[in-house]
């Protein structure tokens, strides 16, 4: 099982970013895929949740609104389309095949996320 995440990078304020989730070595469209995120000094927290048939989404009230999770099972990704992006959302983004923080979650190196003022 692996998980790739990609598309972060430095933006300004306001600013949008795709984050993509890029999965292999499982069946792909019997898993949600949750969107967690890190900022320095921080607990690890969820941002936004996509069940496995795509037919329900969830996002922490933090980013409701700005955030829309998606997937494309025929091509094994799950994206994380960030807009009017905020300094308080500069953290290391990963994605998981869970919606929940569990201990058995082996986390991928994460795509990085600076938001500037």
């Known amino acids: 099982l692996q998980l790739v995440e990609s598309g972060g990078g430095l933006v300004q304020a306001g600013g949008s970013l795709r984050l993509s989730c890029a999965a292999s070595?499982?069946?792909?469209?019997?898993?949600?895929i949750g969107w967690f995120r890190q900022a320095p000094g921080k607990e690890r927290e969820g941002v936004s949740c996509?069940?496995?048939?795509?037919?329900?989404?969830y996002h922490a009230n933090s980013v409701k609104g700005r955030f829309t999770i998606s997937r494309d099972n025929a091509n094994n990704t799950v994206y994380l389309q960030m807009n009017d992006l905020k300094p308080e959302d500069t953290a290391v983004y990963y994605c998981?095949?869970?919606?929940?923080?569990?201990?058995?979650?082996?986390w991928g190196q994460g795509t990085q996320v600076i938001v500037s003022t």
């Open positions: 998981a095949t869970s919606c929940v923080i569990v201990r058995s979650i082996s």
């Open positions: 070595g499982f069946t792909f469209d019997d898993y949600g």
């Open positions: 996509i069940s496995s048939r795509n037919t329900n989404t």
